[in-house]
């Protein structure tokens, strides 16, 4: 294994202005900022990142792309006899194998599919759901259009989606209301017939 460098802390991130930095291992920073976090890599850290977990920016955020980091130089995190570091270690491959699944697929040699991960599952859901008019926004009663017990839905014809599962929307733009009970904001996709969306006419 290389000896890596320590390095100055990061005085500038992609984030904001840093108020907290810990070197975790040399070359490899964990910061905060008021506004966002993560691992900041030296240029050399970033180069020996194993290129199918390597980011094209040095930077990697705290809600999904630090467990990248984690899996990379997981045997030199291990090194250091962290008493956290199994639950650290295993939320890592559980967020990769669920958001990165394509990067963490072609890392560990795994075969990912929809039932193991989050983002696989959307993307099956919406390539489903493809010529469908999906929800792009939505009103609930408060709204001066939308009568009481409904919701009020606007959207477009879904298109495709990329490989982490944004929706890509194409087409004029629909407006319609639904029975509340139906509409749930949680699912990976709400589409106009699975709600019995009733269209209203073009302002």
Not at 132 to 147: F, K, L, Q, T
């Amino acid at each position: 294994m290389p000896a890596f460098a320590s390095t100055p802390a990061p005085v500038h991130t992609l984030w904001d202005t840093p108020d907290m930095a810990t070197q975790r291992l040399p070359g490899v920073w964990w910061v905060t900022t008021p506004s966002h976090g993560g691992f900041v890599l030296s240029d050399e850290r970033q180069a020996a990142m194993p290129e199918a977990l390597r980011l094209d920016s040095i930077y990697y955020e705290e809600d999904v792309n630090w467990s990248l980091v984690v899996i990379g130089f997981e045997a030199e995190f291990a090194n250091l006899k962290d008493q956290n570091f199994d639950i650290e270690r295993d939320l890592a491959h559980q967020t990769a194998r669920h958001w990165r699944p394509c990067k963490y697929g072609a890392f560990t040699g795994e075969v990912i599919t929809p039932s193991d991960s989050y983002v696989l599952k959307k993307v099956e859901i919406l390539e489903a759901s493809i010529g469908e008019i999906g929800v792009r926004s939505a009103s609930g009663d408060w709204a001066d259009w939308v009568p009481k017990g409904k919701v009020g839905v606007t959207g477009q014809r879904i298109a495709g989606c990329d490989h982490l599962g944004f929706v890509r929307y194409e087409g004029p733009d629909f407006t319609g209301l639904c029975d509340a009970a139906r509409y749930d904001s949680t699912r990976p996709v709400n589409t106009f017939a699975a709600l019995g969306v009733e269209l209203l006419p073009s302002p």
